[in-house]
């Protein structure tokens, strides 16, 4: 697994996260620190979620259930004989 390495915007070098503050599920601020004692600088990054690659696969059965209810009874009985000849 990769790690995020954090860069120093002032000096360069490594730095560490040393707190990191969920504001939203899709957005964190990290509070990081210059790794590199001369410098000392702190900082706050902004990790925000971009775009989703691969859906969840917990999101599979709501997605079926959302299917399921909006079946009409005609439709239903169809998917069941359905399912049954699998
Ligand atoms: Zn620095």
């Known amino acids: 697994m990769r ?12 730095a560490l996260i040393k707190k990191s503050n969920r504001k939203h599920k899709e957005l964190s601020d990290l509070y990081c620190a210059c790794r590199d004692p001369e410098c ?7 990790l925000t979620f971009s775009h989703t690659l691969m859906p969840s696969a917990k999101n599979k059965d709501t997605l079926l259930l959302d299917v399921i209810k909006n079946l009409s009874p005609e439709q239903r009985e169809k998917a069941l004989t359905l399912l049954q000849g699998m």
């Open 40 to 46: 000392g600088h702190t900082f706050v990054l902004n």
């Open 3 to 14: 790690v995020l390495t954090i860069f120093c915007p002032e000096c360069g070098e490594k």
